[in-house]
């Protein structure tokens, strides 16, 4: 199997579907909805970031996961 364009893509496409399919509350235990952000004007911490991204993807990448992942079927199903 040769490292490819395509298969650079196809592992950021897994790697975002892994990301959109998280669970916060089985997978992420203990790392729930009301850790958060500070006060105002401090940092979030990595953990808030981190739930940040999960929701974010899970929020905005939806709609384009479909299409993406629908693409690459029909692409390995071509050719193979």
């Known amino acids: 199997m040769a490292f490819t364009l395509y298969s650079l893509i196809q592992t950021a496409i897994l790697c975002t579907n892994a990301i959109a399919v998280l669970h916060e509350e089985r997978f992420l ?11 105002f ?16 993807v899970r929020t905005v990448m939806r709609v384009p996961l479909i299409i993406v992942n629908t693409a690459c079927i029909i692409l390995l199903l071509l050719f193979g």
């Open 29 to 39: 235990i203990g790392w729930g909805i009301d850790q958060g952000v500070g006060g």
């Open 41 to 56: 004007g401090d940092d979030p911490g990595v953990k808030a970031q981190i739930l940040n991204l999960i929701r974010s």
